[in-house]
């Protein structure tokens, strides 16, 4: 069974950092480009960044170029997002989720950050 | 960026009742390898995302033959044809065709 499980969220000050991340199992890791979606509370869903299977490519929106960093380990399973220089308007649920942007096609539960003073 | 606009918002429906929601794209989705990466998503409360259709109109494993999906370049549908109570949930179209991947407001479907 594919599982997506994010930790890593918490309350930071608005210039503070965070380092999400992202637990895969249930397949082959390594095969798969993978992604950070986020959702402010009660709105719509934001793409944030992806990145292909080796971590030779990697995208981010405009919003967060600069301040968001996308990692891998693949011998671990494990996705991460580096978010620094957090503003109140990064305040969401960070999801994972498998496979390019016209896929993703499984999604963790979310990891929620809040930006606040 | 690409603007998906889906209409209605909000959907009232009641049960055993179709359902249809549409969504256009500022752009044409059909990218240079021919396909059209048009996907849609439900979210039901609590919840997160769930795949339902991918490339407009290719059900995924496990969703009930009641949703389909159609369209084509800028216009794109997704129905229900007998709404159940577990359809409840906010619905998302998106585009994976132009950079970044864009989504719709999302439709909150109800029942009546």
């Known amino acids: 069974e594919v599982q997506l499980v994010e930790s890593g969220g918490g309350l930071v000050q608005p210039g503070g950092s965070l380092r999400l991340s992202c637990a895969a199992s249930g397949f082959t890791f390594s095969d798969y480009w993978m992604n950070w979606v986020r959702q402010a509370p009660g709105k719509g869903l934001e793409w944030v960044a992806n990145m292909n299977q080796d971590g030779s490519k990697k995208f981010y929106v405009d919003s967060v170029k600069g301040r968001f960093t996308m990692s891998r380990d693949n011998a671990k399973s494990s996705l991460y997002l580096q978010v620094n220089s957090l503003r109140v308007e990064d305040t969401a649920l960070y999801y994972c989720?498998?496979?390019?942007?016209?896929?993703?096609?499984?999604w963790g539960q979310g990891t929620l950050v809040t930006v606040s003073s | 960026d690409v603007v998906m606009t889906q209409s209605p918002l909000s959907l009232p429906v009641t049960l055993g009742q179709p359902a249809s929601i549409s969504c256009r794209s500022s752009q044409s989705l059909v990218y240079s390898d021919g396909n059209t990466y048009l996907i849609w998503f439900q979210q039901r409360p609590g919840q997160s995302p769930r795949r339902l259709i991918y490339k407009v109109s290719n059900r995924d494993s496990g969703v009930p033959d009641r949703f389909s999906g159609s369209g084509s370049g800028t216009d794109f549908t997704l129905k229900i044809s007998r709404v159940e109570a577990e359809d409840v949930g906010v619905y998302y179209c998106m585009q994976g065709t132009h950079w970044p991947p864009t989504f719709g407001q999302g439709t909150k479907v109800e029942i009546k």
């Open positions: 989720t498998r496979g390019s942007i016209w896929s993703s096609d499984y």
